[in-house]
């Protein structure tokens, strides 16, 4: 190119990027308006006269849930900045000691949280999802029908132990190989795209509610009822010990009783194009024969996972869930089966730091009795409705979950409202743990949106789905599954001696 | 955290980098979604190159796959595992249908080199990639996948870049944000590269070739800019030209009258010619939507406000681009 050109183009273009210079500052505050919003909300309320029946301590974090809550949904800074300025906030604007806050921060749940995404990083390391997926289609056969409930059972059966963002990378490949064996255009396999990606997505969705490590937000459920109501002096507390095995009992069958409405769900909304997959299903048995038998190193993984299994299930009582969790990380890399790098690459280290901070607020909530106001206050508006109690305000209580599930992670979610609903619970005399495990369990009905469940985020990026295919066929899951877990709530809990 | 972009990204250019600008080139953006509209936009682009040297840059922005939706792992790790399936991209498959569109329509030839690129972005496992393709003559059509925090600061990035001259998108995008919720308060991103971008937007809504241009001007600066911009983009793709004015009451239709009147010799003046011309009068916004179905596009020069005065006011320009039935281009 010649000198006299470039300077040309130069002197062309010197006023467009002078304009956007001048624009960059009002971008920075456009972009960042609900940042700011929130602050200003946040001034509002710590300048307002006191409600009655809260102190000045209970106002401040109160303030600042709302506040964290803004940018939960809004996202103006990057989530993990949210849980500094929450740290930042407990030490200086409630003027509590730095040593007390940094405690607060670690605890087993957070520890539980952590443990999980290294093994979940681990097994997704370990290849196995050709085998399952082989495996999984050697049981179904090559019905449409058959395969979809098939993914659904076994991805659910999965993700219940090892966490639905796991087991939803795992198989991704396995429904999209499927969907792209049986035809190159996309718009000819749109419905199967989406009964098989959905098979996937809310089966892990709705086992992921099974059991403890199913998924963060039943890690900080677990926390918050040991935190808010166990006493080492009152034997009567020691059922708000809730362990691996007890999580299961409640929840588990809820999660086995939803399968076959899945796949009737889905089969119903996307009538998929073709009935049967037996091209798909022949081209992939010869990719996965490539693969040979099971090596050593496959068997050595499913030991240790299986070791780690038997150890929260048998051993978390004394040894805390998050120890045995952190155990079986530390095995699989002794084992050398995964590389710290991965792991570490792996593992987004700031929702650790999210979540331990939200946790951290959430105690702090009970403790200030700002919790406890906001429930009363909310249950006196359920009140003249005739929601402040039994089943009544159970679907009170999950109808928000839901709601503030949609908007944000869930784990996020459990985190904000499990303060208020426990307290709600003591309030209305209602048991607390029933309305802990609706709320936990409802937080996994984020069927409408993209964000709402880590599963329907890693589907939802194969690029095969539409924003609104979730909500075409969400509101039924969510309907599904609402009336199945009150169905639980009436009859199948209270056996259990809730 | 890792899953942003660095801030840093597109200070240190390439030497060399094909998308630079180097010569005096007309460069055209499209935004490719895969929907039907995108494709009519890039047919558009093909028609306004034919006749010109013209690069046409297709553009799929893929948002940045986050972690902290997906409870704390991050989606690399889904990703990766997709890769060594052999999965492609998302993207791909529209960015090459776009090409192929090129190709049946003769606009690309089967003989034209082909060269990939690819650029590593920090906190995603696969980065950009692009694929260029260039003709004997020197025309260039680029192929982009982008990889970026959101949809419409990708588009403004690629800008950065290429230095376009013109970007052309969709008005209703299939890029819609992710979090259905989000949208009630997030403008469109059409609406937003309309808004931020520094280069002409021609936002695409039902666009057909073939009905001209109908170029919108008050006598101002800005608008006998956009008026001669745009005859010198529609003289090239032998669109046929109208002008208009809107007067805002019955006093001033002689003032309208004379405005088109001028810039109709000022485009004479340039060997440009002029179908015909009219003024209305009433509400500019409405007037001129109402007016436009009739012609492939309608073209206005951005009233040049602050943020501030668009947050409250908003443009002309604005408003048109939100409620009018057909394609609107945006000159800068």
């Not at chain 2, 094909?18 to 039907?36: A, L, Q, T």
């Not at chain 2, 995008?173 to 520094?198: G, L, Q, R």
């Amino acid at each position: 190119m010649s000198p006299s050109s470039v300077r040309k183009r130069a002197a062309k273009l010197a006023k467009p990027i002078a304009a956007l210079k001048q624009r960059g500052s009002y971008i920075y505050f456009w972009e960042k308006r609900w940042f700011f919003i929130a602050l200003a909300v946040g001034f509002g309320m710590l300048s307002m006269p006191l409600p009655d029946g809260l102190s000045q301590q209970a106002m401040s974090i109160l303030t600042m849930s709302v506040v964290a809550t803004i940018l939960f949904v809004t996202e103006p800074v990057p989530l993990p900045t949210v849980a500094l300025l929450i740290i930042i906030g407990q030490v200086m604007i409630m003027g509590i000691d730095s040593k007390i806050v940094a405690r607060s921060l670690m605890s087993d749940s957070v520890l539980f949280i952590m443990g999980s995404l290294m093994l979940a990083v681990a097994v997704v390391k370990q290849k196995l999802d050709t085998r399952i997926a082989w495996l999984l289609v050697k049981m179904t056969g090559t019905k449409t029908s058959r395969i979809a409930f098939g993914i659904s059972l076994v991805s659910g059966v999965l993700a219940s132990f090892v966490g639905e963002h796991t087991v939803a990378a795992m198989m991704l490949p396995v429904g999209i190989t499927l969907i792209q064996l049986t035809s190159d255009d996309p718009r000819k396999v749109r419905n199967l795209a989406a009964v098989l990606l959905f098979s996937i997505s809310y089966g892990c969705s709705i086992a992921g509610i099974g059991t403890p490590s199913g998924g963060a937000r039943n890690a900080i459920m677990i926390g918050y009822w040991k935190e808010f109501f166990y006493d080492p002096s009152n034997p009567d507390t020691f059922k708000y010990l809730v362990d691996y095995l007890k999580w299961m009992m409640y929840a588990y069958p809820m999660f086995l009783l939803q399968v076959p409405f899945v796949t009737l769900i889905l089969l119903i909304t996307f009538r998929p194009e073709y009935r049967d997959l037996s091209r798909a299903v022949v081209k992939l048995r010869a990719k996965v024969e490539k693969l040979g038998p099971m090596k050593s190193a496959d068997w050595v993984a499913i030991f240790i996972f299986f070791l780690v299994l038997l150890g929260w299930i048998f051993l978390s009582a004394g040894y805390g869930m998050g120890t045995i969790a952190i155990l079986g990380a530390a095995a699989f890399l002794v084992a050398g089966l995964v590389d710290w790098p991965d792991v570490n690459s792996g593992v987004n280290w700031g929702v650790v730091l999210l979540y331990a901070a939200a946790i951290s607020m959430g105690i702090q909530m009970k403790d200030t009795g700002a919790a406890a106001w906001v429930a009363e206050n909310f249950l006196a508006m359920l009140s003249p409705v005739g929601l402040d109690k039994g089943i009544g305000l159970w679907a009170a209580v999950s109808v928000l979950t839901t709601g503030v599930t949609n908007t944000m992670s869930n784990g996020a979610a459990v985190a904000v409202l499990g303060p208020i609903v426990l307290n709600l619970a003591t309030a209305a005399g209602e048991s607390p743990i029933v309305i802990g495990f609706i709320t936990a369990v409802s937080s996994a009905f984020a069927y409408l949106t993209v964000v709402g469940t880590p599963a329907c985020t890693i589907v939802y990026a194969s690029g095969y789905l539409k924003t609104t295919d979730f909500l075409t066929v969400g509101w039924k899951m969510a309907v599904m599954s609402t009336i199945i877990m009150l169905a639980a709530a009436a009859v199948y809990w209270p056996m259990l001696g809730a | 955290m890792n899953d942003d972009v660095t801030e840093t990204e597109p200070a240190e250019p390439e030497i060399n980098d094909p998308e630079k600008p180097s010569n005096e080139r007309f460069r055209i953006m499209v935004c490719i979604d895969g929907s039907e509209e995108s494709y009519r936009g890039l047919k558009y682009a093909a028609k306004i190159g034919q006749a010109q040297e013209t690069d046409i840059v297709l553009c799929y922005v893929r948002p940045i796959d986050q972690g902290l939706n997906t409870d704390g792992m991050n989606m690399s790790i889904a990703r990766g595992n997709m890769l060594e399936w052999g999965i492609e991209l998302p993207g791909i498959k529209y960015l090459k249908q776009g090409r192929d569109l090129l190709l049946a329509s003769g606009y690309m030839g089967d003989d034209w080199d082909e060269e990939a690129f690819h650029t590593d972005i920090a906190g995603s496992s696969t980065g950009d990639n692009k694929i260029e393709y260039t003709s004997a003559s020197g025309k260039k059509i680029v192929l982009k996948l982008k990889v970026a925090r959101d949809v419409a600061s990708g588009i403004l990035d690629q800008w950065e870049l290429g230095h376009y001259d013109l970007i052309i998108i969709g008005a209703s995008s299939n890029w819609a944000s992710s979090n259905t919720f989000k949208n009630f308060f997030d403008p469109a991103i059409a609406e937003k590269i309309a808004i931020h971008a520094p280069c002409s937007v021609l936002v695409a809504r039902e666009l057909e070739t073939g009905h001209g241009h109908l170029i919108c001007t008050d006598g101002s600066e800005a608008a006998n800019f956009a008026v001669k911009k745009d005859a010198y983009i529609a003289s090239h793709c032998q669109c046929p030209i109208t002008l208009m004015s809107v007067a805002l009451d019955v006093e001033s239709e002689e003032a309208a009258r004379k405005t088109v009147a001028d810039a109709k010799a000022m485009l004479n003046d340039m060997g440009v010619e002029v179908k015909e011309t009219f003024i209305r009068t009433g509400d500019p916004v409405t007037e001129i939507i109402e007016s436009g179905p009739d012609y492939s596009l309608i073209v206005m020069a951005d009233s040049g406000k602050t943020g501030l005065e668009r947050f409250f006011g908003g443009s002309v320009a604005l408003k048109v681009i939100q409620n009018a039935y057909n394609s609107v281009m945006i000159v800068r």
